[in-house]
């Protein structure tokens, strides 16, 4: 192993480390040199956070941090990686929130994965818009095509219209107990419905199940229309 080329890597992963902190602390509105100092599990969080700001990819005012566009551009796309990696891991793993760290460090490999194999798997994901946190995930290049190219792929279960099948592809429910209660009727990704009637509310036929949906769940299920053939 190329010991310079290693190091050099350990240092590109500590400032990387730090920036997704910066991101994440700009989410709750407060970046500031001082809570980096105190969120960061780096030892020398102070001396990277320098050497950041000496590489231009951020700048500090009065202990204030913001991004260059350099720098937003980096930490954006460290973000979508690992949200898309908790993404992956919850739908197609089906690991447990919980048990998916946020800042999910156990996610730091994910850094191996290329713009392209990210790309994919937001596609395959049906460009997800969160993490199982719940919190944004950045938009990319798959999205932008996505949203500008294509009638979408992936819609909310409010927009099939009545006697068509889809398949559900994610359901961005925040409530646990609804969650829960949909996956123990078979309401899950991957599983078919059917869109039985849309007033005065939903109902959605899967396997031998009907159920009754208010218009708030429905339109959290994102399903992927099954084309007749
Ligand atoms: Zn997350
Ligand atoms: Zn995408």
Not at 29 to 35: E, K, M
Not at 60 to 78: L, P, Q
Not at 99 to 112: F, K, R, S
């Amino acid at each position: 192993m190329d010991y310079q080329r290693s190091k050099a890597q350990f240092e590109e992963d500590r400032i990387d480390e730090l920036l997704e902190l910066i991101w994440m602390l700009r989410e709750e509105g407060d970046a500031t040199i001082d809570n980096v100092k105190k969120r960061s599990e780096d030892p020398q969080a102070g001396h990277i956070i320098n050497v950041i700001e000496a590489s231009g990819l951020i700048s500090s005012d009065h202990g204030k941090i913001s991004f260059s566009e350099k720098g937003e551009k980096r930490a954006e796309r460290i973000i979508r990686r690992h949200r898309l990696a908790e993404r992956l891991l919850f739908e197609v793993f089906e690991i447990e929130e919980k048990q998916i760290e946020d800042p999910a460090c156990e996610l730091e490999h994910t850094h191996v994965l290329s713009e392209v194999v990210v790309d994919s798997i937001c596609t395959f994901l049906g460009h997800p818009p969160t993490c199982p946190h719940r919190k944004v995930i950045p938009r990319g290049e798959c999205c932008r095509k996505f949203s500008l190219e294509m009638k979408p792929l992936v819609v909310p279960l409010t927009e099939l219209q009545v006697g068509e099948d889809a398949r559900i592809v994610f359901i961005s429910s925040k409530y646990h107990a609804r969650l829960d209660r949909l996956s123990s009727l078979g309401i899950i990704p991957g599983s078919i419905v059917r869109l039985h009637q849309k007033q005065p509310t939903y109902v959605v036929k899967t396997g031998e199940t009907e159920l009754a949906l208010d218009r708030e769940l429905a339109k959290e299920i994102c399903v992927k229309k099954i084309m007749p053939e």
